[in-house]
């Protein structure tokens, strides 16, 4: 197919399948329903090191998790979630919550929507491994 | 002996397919409330890889295309252009496809490049189109000189690897359950290929198939869908980032850095970058292998069934 008619179809296909997808309804991202979910979200990605205790955030959208091997977290991954523990995170404090910068190319920084509370009180709990 | 066969490059012109398809697949999916999910940032991820590969095609293709052409001229072979030399071209290259699938997954460098096609938690239509843009430096295209030296046209070859890769297109998706008894026993399905995304366990480097799944029956990795073990979808460790880039050369990137650790030896530098994804010089990480014998350990009654380790 010529490039003059292949480039203008990938570039309106891809910016046009997206807003479609938003419109939808198809942006919205994961919610951690209780302390099992988070758990289970948990396990799912560290099968070895379950978590001895969960901290849900306020909405729902992220969970500090305690295990022997230190603390760890999961947030949403857009409908879905990842995890990872906080080994050397560094962390900073945002206007709408914690920002977390790890030295993973594959989980560079997360940016954890916390009530003040929890923006305070969170950054002790993950202090464990840092 | 024939050097100037053009063949048409199958994939671009099925770009128009393959957006109707996903908007098919969306509107069967909203509207039915089943057979599948979508998300923003993971389609328009996997949409931008797609486009990245053709991209690195445009840019890197050359490589290849000359590696081919070299050995076109040196091969004495020629078997034409006939439909039955494309028909049995078409089979020897989904062979093909499968030894390299199945290095793309046993061998770390090969996996830094196929490793972003697994990389979405999702499985639909876009998630097809979530392909590599390093391909090149696998150098997995010596798997093909056998098919050129034995006078298989390289345009041939091409072509027919397109097809292949277009049939691949309408097997990731969940909004087809099981094809017919027949079909399932011979070609590669949405069911099977849906065991090959899976993070499960038992699913883990099993159905390696491009278009004919007796491949896998025929080497020992086939592995069913099992409807008590519905296939999740993703990496082992899943990503925390839809960045393209991150995603296209995060395992590259972890290769580099576990290559160039202090205090290793020329040969675990090595395995590095050829052992199974996961190897690593002090047994800290887990490979598939390791992953399955954990998962029956804890779960003995499953030991021995499709895709997991026999009884001791």
Redesign the interface.
Known sequence: ?PLGI?LP??IC??A???V???V?G??KPASLVDEHAARAAWS??F??DPATTVVLSHDHRAALLQTRKGPGLV?P????T?A?FLTDAKITQTTTGLRID?P?????H?DLRLDPDEARRWPALMEQSI | MSDQITFPDVVSWAVPFFIAAILIELLWIVTKGRGGRYETRDALTSLILGAGNVASGLVLGFIAYGFFMALWAITPLDLGTYWWVIAVCFVLDDLRYYWVHRFGHRIRWVWASHVNHHSSQHYNLTTALRQTWTGTFTFMMVVRAPLILLGFHPAIVLFCGGLNLIYQFWIHTEAIGKMPRWFEAVMNTPSHHRVHHGRNPRYLDSNYAGVFIIWDKMFGTFVPELEADKPRYGLVHNLGTFNPMRVAFHEWVGIFRDVIQPGLTLRERLLYCIAPPGWSHDGSRDTSDTIKQKYVEKTPAARGSPGLPPAE
């Open positions: 197919m292949l179809l990938v296909g891809i046009g399948i997206a479609l997808l938003h939808l198809r942006s799912d990605e099968p070895d947030w991954m857009g409908a879905d990842t990872r790890l993973d190319y594959t989980a560079p997360i």
